[in-house]
């Protein structure tokens, strides 16, 4: 897996929200890493408040994204164009002299 992918959109331009994600994750990561370290002791609460954080927020944006993407499409199908078939009948008069 490329790296890049974490902050790269769909579109493959650069997403702003994607970095200030990992961005986020990363420093809370060094963080509990660094106080882990200095101290010399594993501190569970710390490392269990750490996965809460980073497991709601990753639930958090997978929820909204998923709701966006239902909305998106229950509006795509209230304004989709209506094709309107006729049903038509030609008759052609013959007129004998």
Do not use: E, R
């Not at 990363?26 to 660094?34: D, G, L, P, Q």
């Not at 958090?60 to 239902?70: E, G, S």
């Amino acid at each position: 897996m490329n790296p890049l992918q974490l902050i790269i959109a769909k579109d493959g331009s650069l997403s702003q929200t994607k970095l200030a994600a990992a961005t986020f994750h990363f420093a809370i990561f060094v963080t509990v890493m660094y106080i882990t370290y200095k101290t010399g002791d594993f501190k569970l609460d710390m490392w269990t408040l750490y996965a809460a954080v980073a497991v709601g927020h990753a639930a958090f944006d997978k929820t909204t994204a998923q709701i966006k993407d239902f909305q998106d499409a229950k509006l795509a199908v209230q304004n989709a164009p209506v094709s309107v078939t006729t049903d038509s009948q030609t008759t052609t008069a013959t007129t004998t002299q």
